[in-house]
């Protein structure tokens, strides 16, 4: 680990082997959340030979760092492909944070936007905190290269694809489990918009997956798995995206896959695809 | 699944897909335990086609039916290997039944044996209720055949092992990850052993691997996996196995494992060598 100013308060909580890698769990402060924030890191076995690409994982509303780092089994399919992971949490939290009574607001449930409305806007600012922050203390701490990709799960899904479309000079890839893909229509997405930016709809358009995709486009190709049995389906509104994937003729891949739910074991049986579709992507950048 | 005498009370917690199979969650009434009892069973794809081997996988202190379901990552490899899994809990639980404020007495640390002291002998029957009841309804309730093998990790480890040395007729392979294999040496086994037995250390031999195996022996093959860096070596004493196996000429694989803690990530790390093992070894059988 360098010793530059970035990482000057990077504190080691845990580290444990994991397929000939290397599992930590580290802690900071948070100059954007204005807390201390906890994050996961994944190194791969190659990651002692030099600079790996990365790929960030995103998680959905009541997550921690800790659940698809313990749940999801990437670290195999890291390992093989020769690429590190990234856990960051779902939300600033601690006691002095807001937060809501409610699982789908506030501390679990930061939906990766900039608040600019009280008591959120204080600590809620999870876009510039992964997309800016987070990623200038990876790079500065761990041995990974250039090369970022992204992907995450329903909350986390929406956070991956609404980052790389606003970032495409930061993601070389994207993909998504079941993700939000237009919350500015659903339950998922307009209690948390309007709390977190206010009434003004036009605010929330830079957080939509859907809309993103429809004014700014995406040069790459795209992944999205997306369980039929999930109990969430009208929520996700995958419809959305399908339709606007093929409109637009958008290159990438919407797989609906019989039989799935909502859960990690879902995230699970398809985290190999993921990982294999990002190391590709990711190795050839 | 059959409505036989056997499976008349069992319900169906939950069900998810998984790696092409089902991960499902059950509970049941144990007349052995007298509470009601959990469990997880995932069935790979082949079971759509007939009955498949099975293997049973106990866990460590602290842990219930739920950990190794959602952490180890054994569905992929079960899914590839045909073989079904099964999770039961680590003690019996509820608020009729007895506990201790320590982690490592009471709920959650059952050590897989059959209590003859008050306050545990009305609930604490472990032993009885994998090698008898669960397997009763198992077999009742899942299409797996009559191939079993057994495996476990910690406290699952040791009661993998001495369920399987003093019932080879019942598990046809077994393995283990950082097993406990001398607990009437350790303090994890003397404290436990003493409450639940009783002070008299001759009726502690039947639950100790190592005693058991100088005893009665093994006849066919062990695989063990241990971490080098288990934050737990003096408690589980694999040198105590080790020497027994090398002095024995015991067939098997005790293999330890540089830079491994005692984690979860060390078990899924190996879990696919222990899949396939069993597999191997039952799929023959």
Same mark, same amino acid.
């Given at each position: ?130 997309? &800016? ?56 997405? &307009? ?95």
């Amino acid at each position: 680990m360098s010793d530059g100013a970035m990482t000057e308060h990077l504190h080691l909580v845990s580290e444990s082997r994991s397929f000939g890698g290397t599992q930590s769990v580290f802690r900071h402060a948070s100059a954007v959340c204005g807390t201390e924030m906890t994050f996961g890191a994944y190194l791969p076995p190659q990651a002692a030979l030099g600079p790996v690409p990365v790929l960030w994982y995103l998680s959905g509303l009541t997550c921690t760092h800790e659940n698809a780092m313990v749940k999801a089994g990437l670290q195999a399919h890291a390992a093989k492909a020769g690429i590190a992971l990234v856990f960051p949490d779902t939300s600033p939290r601690g006691p002095g944070v807001a937060d809501d009574g409610a699982y789908d607001l506030g501390q679990g449930a930061g939906f990766y936007v900039n608040a600019t409305r009280d008591p959120w806007k204080p600590h809620y600012q999870m876009y510039d905190y992964i997309t &800016r922050e987070l990623r200038g203390v990876v790079e500065a701490a761990l041995p990974v290269g250039e090369a970022h990709g992204i992907t995450g799960h329903s909350m986390g899904g929406h956070g991956a694809l609404t980052l790389a479309f606003r970032n495409p000079g930061l993601y070389r890839s994207v993909s998504a489990f079941a993700p939000i893909v237009n919350p500015t229509r659903s339950d998922w997405g &307009r209690k948390q918009l309007s709390a977190y930016l206010g009434e003004d709809e036009a605010d929330w358009a830079v957080y939509d997956a859907c809309l993103l995709l429809a004014d700014l486009g995406w040069e790459r190709d795209i992944l999205i798995d997306q369980g039929a049995d999930d109990q969430f389906l009208d929520l996700l509104r995958p419809e959305a995206l399908a339709a606007l994937m093929a409109g637009r003729r958008q290159p990438g891949v919407l797989r609906i896959q019989a039989g799935y739910d909502h859960s990690y074991f879902f995230v699970a049986s398809f985290g190999e695809d993921h990982v294999n579709w990002h190391a590709e992507r990711l190795h050839a950048a």
